[in-house]
């Protein structure tokens, strides 16, 4: 997507110099540091602002950490992927070969199961945690791997990327895998992708970033010896769903290894030499292994594994093949993106397939040229990918061995080239990329006539419209037949039916294709269309179109009939009438956004009519270009004093070890010997009452070791300590879909999955209420939660709203939110090791848990197990990305896993698949709100207003607040920005819905109210024929926060030229029909809470003075989710530490180490969201080292013995009266056998931004008192819709903040860019 921004961060007065260190801290911290900062992006795509980086402060001068380790020569880095496999039968075969990470691989037969996903041998045979499982759907790439193969016709390794969760092992035969661990590590030295990666600033949680990583590796090895280009790079990471780093960094990521591109992009790369990181291939890339060259001989190896009951065939020939399709309950696969990725269920029901990805006649590739009747004619095994290559004429790299095919495409006419041109573009939406590299138009096509009411294929339109043919073999009989692609879906099934080829025409007629969809890449159809023709002397003939996502394609023969003969200059008088019957056929099987996709039939049908007035030349597929943003030069000012804003502009500390996948996760935690795996049974209805449960199949499975419920649970069945309580497993009343019933406790995560899902549970379905409307129909309320109807001037208020006046006018209207749901690529996970008590008995436990409030986990398992908090610890060193839904809906699933371990006496570990973690967990709660109001015709003021707001919740209440406070009560008062309406009418009712229970998510509250306030405003505008921003500047408040809002509303509206470019909008409607411009302001406003934190910091002696050490270790209460917390309180720790008056430089950045959160030593209640955890985290942190610069300062007052050891370590280092290195300092402090002379060790609490260590009275009177406070923002943003379809673009983006002065600019630039993304 095509933008650019202007990034401003502004408060209004310069501060006064602070006379003390301390205060100087207070001061870098304070949210009334009042400097004027901006973050300036390019105002126009490629153009660069003049604007020069000035030199860096000297308050924290230490850069990014180096990391210095000297591992042996002969260490080899393959010996990292440590496999322990289980052990084979002594007499059994090799199965398959292949390498991993350098390192050879050979599995047995029986010696495992052959469907098992790469992903999960990865995490349940080896310790490489970096490839991640997020979807299992090929859909979010945090899985993704490079894959090589030999091939012998171009005489190299072929590379692409492919999906972890979705390679079977029994398809591996012959492959190098690589994995991000393979790259590099922070111990042998980081791959240039992965160090370009951390030094652009290309990650946040970091628990996408491997499989980022890997799609950039696979591109750049896809193409050698060529560079990737714009295109490539569009095409590179659109299989990462991935979007919290803003985008802008990966795409300079891709962008610096191509063409120039280092010299383009080195203005953004933040390392620590100011340098981007070199690459050589032949030096950085591992080797392909030598072992596997000529190995496959171009897949002519047949192979077969069989293990857990499943076998597997890899046949390199049809004629070895049909044997095997003739064996009962055989089931074909390829690609396995569909079986794996879309059916798994129908895979776990299977024990017998065959592979037919390596059946060489199945893989050809041919251009057949005749007389206007030129066609591809592809193996069913062909790629999507590879037609997407073919197609664009694309021979570089991996796809040099359809040098051939394409030399011939290439001598086609022009208007064959057009043809192919519009069919590559569609076959580059499909999809990601990842997958496309697996999947087969032979797969694509099969589905697309077994499964017809669920896979809307996105190539069967084109393939129908082109009138495509298929070759068929009858693997029962041997012969073969062609049908067309058309007859043959709509004939029956014929199970002895193997697809062996397709014919697919290119020339001879126009094409045009549409799709239309929520996003341009990876992303479900709502409607697909193909249109094809002849035309003849200004006459339509042999006109075929094709509609697709209905969901299964179909020709519309009758509409097509109607136009064939028809004259191209009057096709528009025809379309009412060819609209009708393009209805009457479309074949709607399900009913999602029905009246939309319906309204699509016309869009697509006039948008091919017009084309073809204009003889085909428009092309209908898409209606906006999106080139890849350009790199931006980014460069932070104080336009007050001249200097840098920053005291240190560094990416995260972590963010090299979460490229290469070293960082550990609550679920990449080892668990030793003994773990079993967990999974959730749960309701599969809305409402109804559990009659039976029945686990006795479940029980009999292969590797199942226990079915859990309510029965089994020790303490209370409650994860609350709420008022109202949330049980652990429903007893009888199920009141929404998702909600858990019992645990299934497997020794693997798949028997376990499998297990849970052969539960039977019997339950007597009973009406669910799913909408507020619904609720509002039956009058089902939660009355306690509502707000009684209210006026602001009781009596008059109503009069006011509803008297006419000349100069007023009255509109109404309505606006609804669903329940939106967080998508964070870590699910819930939790980590459960038993731990006996020193009274005896194994009821306590410790845990690895992913959560945004540890001691709100700790409270809910200490519940359910009966024991006291003490017995329930966490840790957790990162979060794989919260927004909120890890504050509360996380516990549930800690205690599931806390319950089984202390119940089992084994370590246990549950993460939730994607399914059952979003059903089980809710999201914002749902809100109606209807308005009623009167506005001023020539001001466009606001002068009464009636609002009824309803909020939807759960039968069980969420557990951050009060269902009034979060579901219906934020939209009575909106107003935020703007001043309330002198008359107000308000009233608020929460409806029960069969939802469930919600929570926060990212900015609570306030996006609900902000788009009530907006949607009233525009209307008011509309409603006066007023502007919009006249009516918003009328309504401001401008006496808010000392009127910091009309400041930052006139500061935008220059710097992003708003009035010039509202002119130009208004230009461009007048000039486009189907296109239109938009362009508004928004206004932000957040209270930023001052959430309490703690932190405890430890200093290392090292025992002597001879072995200097000095190294801190900080521990914090507060979660590191993505937004660089660790990498702020270190630059804070040592900001602090280098106040000691007796240092003769900073403290080294690279001995301070953050190691995350544990409730053993922090026990503090907190909670890590609304933008406020990490300044209150910094000053505990400040605080702390406060502590321990005082104790390790040598006054009158000091201990004599104290002062008399420190004295001597000095004398003996040679140092008496001299600066000090921090090293030494510490050193100083080193007693005899082990002791020290100081406490080196220090706690710090704070709260409302009151300190524990040092009195509150001064504290307050010094303005350290830390209340609620406003944080301001605003964007102006203008946007281009297609009207026909709905589809848009945004064009440009100017973002304005207000905020305090930045500790480390680059992580808060990050968490702007991602901000603005996952908003958008």
């Known amino acids: 997507m095509s933008s650019c921004f202007s990034c401003f961060a502004f408060v209004r007065e310069p501060p006064a110099e602070p006379s003390t260190e301390n205060d100087k801290t207070a001061a870098l911290l304070s949210k009334t540091t009042a400097e004027l900062q901006r973050v300036k992006f390019g105002k126009e795509i490629g153009k660069l602002l003049p604007v020069p980086i000035l030199g860096p402060m000297k308050e924290i001068e230490e850069g990014y950490p180096k990391k210095v380790y000297k591992a042996p020569t002969h260490w080899d880095s393959s010996d990292r992927v440590a496999l322990h496999l289980p052990q084979a039968a002594a007499d059994s075969a090799v199965a398959l070969e292949f390498v991993l990470n350098g390192k050879p691989v050979v599995l047995q037969q029986g010696q495992l199961d052959p469907s098992l996903t790469l992903h999960d041998f990865l995490k349940q045979y080896s310790r490489l945690t970096g490839t991640k499982k997020a979807c299992a759907q090929g859909g979010c790439g945090s ?94 990471i659109d299989g990462n769903i991935c979007r919290c780093t803003g985008y802008m960094p990966l795409v300079n990521v891709l962008r610096s290894f191509g063409e120039d591109g280092v010299e383009q992009t080195k203005k953004v790369c933040y390392s620590r030499t100011g340098e981007v990181a070199p690459y050589v291939p032949n030096q950085h890339d591992p080797p392909f292994p030598k072992s596997l060259v000529g190995m496959t001989k171009s897949h002519s190896i047949s192979t077969t594994m069989s293990g857990n009951g499943k076998v597997w065939h890899r046949p390199a020939s049809l004629k070895e093949a049909i044997p095997l399709f003739k064996q009962a309950g055989a089931q074909i696969v390829a690609g396995n993106t569909g079986v794996q990725g879309l059916y798994p269920d129908d895979k776990a029901k299977t024990s017998l397939f065959v592979d037919v990805s390596c ?100 190539l069967a339109p084109q393939f129908l419209a082109v009138g495509t043919s298929l070759t068929l073999l009858n693997t029962s009989s041997g012969a073969t037949r062609t049908q067309l692609l058309a007859e043959w879906l709509k004939s029956e099934v014929c199970p002895t039916d193997l697809i062996v080829s397709l014919r697919i025409p290119i020339s001879g007629f126009v094409f045009l294709s549409q799709r239309a969809m929520l996003r341009p890449q990876n992303c479900h159809a709502y409607l697909n269309a193909a249109f094809c023709a002849t035309c003849s002397n200004g006459t339509l003939r042999d006109v075929r179109i ?125 668990m030793g010997a003994g773990g079993l795996h967990a999974f959730m049974v749960t309701s599969r209805v809305a409402h109804g009452l559990i009659k039976t ?81 619904q609720a ?8 306690a939660d509502g707000a009684p109807r209210a006026e602001s001037k009781p009596g008059v208020s109503t009069g006011v709203l509803e008297t006419d006046t000349s100069t007023s006018v009255r509109f109404s209207g309505e606006w609804q939110s669903g329940q939106t749901k967080h998508f964070y690529m870590e699910r819930q996970v939790a980590m459960a090791t038993p731990r006996a008590n020193e009274f005896g008995g194994g009821d306590g436990v410790d845990l690895y848990h992913a959560c945004q409030a540890l001691s709100r986990v700790q409270s809910g398992v200490s519940c359910v197990l009966g024991v006291p908090n003490a017995w329930v610890q966490l840790k ?80 069980i209440a969420e557990k951050m607040g009060d269902q009034v406070s979060n579901a219906a009560k934020p939209c009575l008062d909106p107003w935020a920005n703007y001043n309330k309406p002198e008359h107000r009418i308000t009233e608020a009712k929460v409806a029960l819905l069969n939802i469930p229970p919600s929570t926060a998510v990212r900015g609570p509250m306030h996006p609900k109210q902000a788009m009530a306030v907006e949607t009233i405003l525009q209307h008011a505008a509309a409603a006066t024929g007023l502007d919009l921003l006249t009516v918003q500047k009328t309504n401001m408040n401008k006496q808010l926060d000392s009127g910091t809002q009309t400041e930052l509303w006139k500061e935008l509206e220059s710097s992003s030229d708003l009035q010039a470019r509202m002119k130009d909008v208004q230009a461009f409607n007048q ?56 990498t702020k309180v270190a630059q804070i720790c040592q900001h602090e530490l280098s106040k000691h008056p007796d240092l003769c430089e900073p403290v080294p950045l690279e001995l301070i180490r953050v190691v995350g959160n544990s409730t053993e030593i922090n026990p503090a209640w907190d909670l890590t969201g609304g933008s406020g955890t990490n300044p209150q985290a910094m000053r505990a942190v400040a605080g702390a080292c406060e502590i321990l610069v005082s104790r390790l300062t040598l006054k009158w007052s000091t201990n004599p013995l104290k002062k008399r050891l420190m004295n001597m370590n000095m004398k003996a280092m040679g140092k008496v009266g001299k600066k000090v290195t921090w090293q030494e300092l510490i050193a100083s402090t080193a007693g005899p056998m082990g002791m020290s002379a100081a406490d080196l060790t220090a706690r710090n609490t704070v709260f409302m931004g009151l300190s524990n260590n040092r009195s509150l009275i001064p504290q307050m009177l010094g303005g350290k008192l830390c209340a609620p406070h406003p944080g301001h923002g605003a964007a102006v943003t203008e946007v281009e819709v297609d009207v026909l379809t709905g589809e848009h673009i945004i064009i440009r983006s100017d973002l304005l903040y207000h905020m305090p002065r930045s500790v480390n600019p680059v992580i808060d630039l990050g968490q702007i860019q991602g901000g603005n993304n996952l908003q958008r």
């Open 143 to 236: 899985c993704t791997v490079t894959l090589a193969r030999w091939n012998d016709v171009i005489g190299k390794a072929q590379y692409s990327s492919a999906n972890a969760c979705l390679l079977p092992l029994g398809t591996l035969h012959g492959v190098s895998i690589t994995t991000t661990e393979g790259l590099g590590s922070c111990q042998s030295g980081l791959h240039p992708v992965q160090q370009r990666v951390a030094d652009y600033n290309g990650s946040q949680c970091g628990y996408c970033t491997p499989g980022m990583v890997m799609a950039m590796y696979s591109k750049i090895k896809s193409l050698e010896p060529s560079l990737p280009t714009e295109q490539d790079m569009q095409l590179t």
């Open 359 to 458: 059946i060489a006649e199945l893989q050809s590739v041919k251009v057949d040229i005749g007389k206007g009747k030129d066609a591809l004619e592809l193996g069913a095994a062909t790629t999507i990918e590879t037609l997407g290559a073919l197609l664009s004429t694309d021979e570089r790299g991996r796809h040099a061995s359809l040098a051939q095919a394409i030399k011939d495409l290439k001598s086609l006419p022009s208007a064959t080239q057009t043809n192919l041109r519009r069919m590559a573009q569609h076959v580059y939406n499909i999809a990601g990329v990842h997958v496309r590299n697996r999947a087969t138009l032979g797969g694509n096509m099969a589905l697309s006539k077994l499964k017809p009411e669920h896979f809307p294929s996105d």
């Open 546 to 670: 094709a509609l697709g996502a209905l969901p299964q394609a179909m020709l519309a023969s009758r509409t097509a009939a109607q136009l064939e003969g028809k004259s191209l200059d009057d096709l528009q008088t025809h379309l009412p009438q060819l609209a009708a019957t393009l209805r009457e056929e479309a074949q709607f099987t399900d009913s999602h956004d029905l009246q939309y996709r319906e309204t699509l039939l016309n869009t697509f049908l006039y948008k091919f009519l017009l084309s073809l007035a204009d003889r085909g030349d428009t092309d209908t597929y898409t209606s906006f270009a999106r080139p890849l943003p350009k790199s931006n030069d980014v460069s932070f000012v104080n336009n007050v004093n001249g200097g840098s804003v920053a005291a240190d502009a560094i990416p995260k500390h972590t963010s090299g070890a979460q490229a290469s996948g070293e960082v550990k996760y609550a679920g990449d935690v080892d």
């Open 693 to 773: 449960v029945d686990a006795s199949e479940a029980l009999k499975m292969d590797g199942v070791v226990a079915y859990l419920d309510y029965k089994d649970i020790p303490g209370d069945n409650n994860v609350s300590n709420e008022q109202e309580a949330e049980p652990l497993f429903c007893t009888d009343r199920i009141t929404f879909l998702g909600q858990p019933i019992g645990l299934v406790v497997a020794q693997s995560s798949w028997q376990a999955e499998a297990a849970a899902k052969a539960v039977k549970v019997d339950v007597e379905t009973l009406p669910a209420v799913m909408t507020i409307k």
């Open 776 to 783: 509002m129909g039956i009058e089902q309320f939660v009355v």
């Open 876 to 955: 957790q060193h990162m979060v794989g990305g919260g927004f909120g839904g890890k504050a509360t809906r996380n516990v549930p699933t800690a205690c599931a896993a806390a319950l089984a371990a202390v119940r089992l006496n084994r370590p246990v570990k549950l993460v939730q698949d994607l399914c059952t973690d979003m059903s089980m967990n809710g999201g914002r709660h749902p809100v109606l709100v209807r308005y009623d109001c009167r506005v001023d015709k020539n001001s466009g003021k606001v002068l009464a207003a009636k609002l009824e707001t309803f909020g939807g919740r759960a039968f």
């Open 1071 to 1126: 000039k486009n029909k189907l296109k239109k411009r938009g362009i508004a302001l928004a206004p932000c406003l957040w209270d930023v809470p001052p959430i309490p934190a703690s932190a405890t910091v430890s200093i290392y002696n090292g025992g002597t003075t001879k072995f200097l050490d000095g190294s801190i270790c900080i521990t914090i209460s507060s979660s590191e989710i993505g937004q660089g917390l660790h």
